[in-house]
C-alpha cells in the first residue's frame, strides 16, 4: 500500500465531499435539563433536528445519511422513555415519509427491526415500501442497532454456511463479511459525526468507521443543523486520508 496520504477530494468522489456521513445523535437529555424541561421534550426537539439535518444533507448531495436513532442497548433505559422514543418515531414515520418521498429521499433501515411493535415494524416498511426507487439521498435510520450485533449475525451466517459445505473456511475474506452486513449496498463510511462532547463509538458502526474520519463536536442533537453539518463537512474537507498506509 502507498504511503502517500490520500485527500478527501480523492477519497470521496473527487469533490471533498463525504459519500455517507453518520452521526451518532446525544445529547437530547442534557438539552431538556439545561431548559429545566422534560427529557422527552429533548427528544421531541431532537426529531426535529432530524428532520433539518436530512433536508440539508440531501442539499448538499450526500449519498448517504446514517443517523443512530435507537440502539440495541437502549432497551435498557426506562420503559417510560423507550414508549416515549417510540412514540416519536411513530409520529416521525407518520408525518415525515411522505416529505421524504416528494424530496427523492429514499428511506433505509439497519438493525434488527423484528423486535420493535408490530404498527411501527409496519410503518417503517411502508416507508421503505414507498420511496425505495428515490435516489437523491438514502436516509438510513439504525432502529435496534448494535454494531457487535451486525456482526455476530454475519460471522453466524459464514459458519452455517460453513457447517453446510457450501464455504470452504479458506475463502472467507473482508469483502464476503461486508457482503453481510447490514450496510452492504451503502456507500463507504466517509465520515461519523458524535454529537454532545462525548468521545466514544458506543457500538455504532463499528467495522465500517475502521478508516472513516471522526468527528467529536460539543453541540447538543437538538441545536444541531444545516449549518452545523456543514461545518464538518467542511472539516472532512482539510483532513488527509492515509488508510494505513503510514
Partial sequence: MSASPVTNAEAAGGNGMPRHVAIIMDGNGRWAKRRFLPRVAGHRAGAEAVRVTVKAAADMGLRALTLYAFSSENWRRSAEEVTDLM????????????????????????????????????????????????????????????AQDEMLRAVRGIATEVQAGKLDPQSIDQAMIEARLDTCDLPPLDLL???????????????QAAYAEL????????????????????????????????
Fill in 215 to 246: 468527528l467529536f463536536v460539543d453541540t447538543l442533537w437538538p441545536d444541531f443543523d444545516g449549518k452545523a453539518l456543514s461545518a464538518a463537512i467542511a472539516d472532512f474537507g482539510t483532513r488527509e486520508r492515509r488508510f494505513g498506509g503510514r
Fill in 87 to 146: 412514540g416519536l418515531l411513530r409520529h416521525y414515520l407518520r408525518k415525515e415519509v411522505a416529505e421524504l418521498h416528494r424530496n427523492g429521499i429514499r428511506l433505509r433501515t439497519i438493525g434488527d427491526i423484528s423486535a420493535l411493535e408490530g404498527d411501527l415494524i409496519g410503518l417503517v416498511r411502508d416507508g421503505v415500501e414507498l420511496t425505495k426507487n428515490n435516489r437523491r439521498l438514502d436516509f438510513v435510520l439504525a432502529l435496534n442497532y448494535g
Fill in 193 to 207: 459525526i458524535r454529537t454532545s462532547g462525548e468521545r466514544r463509538l458506543s457500538n455504532f458502526l463499528l467495522w
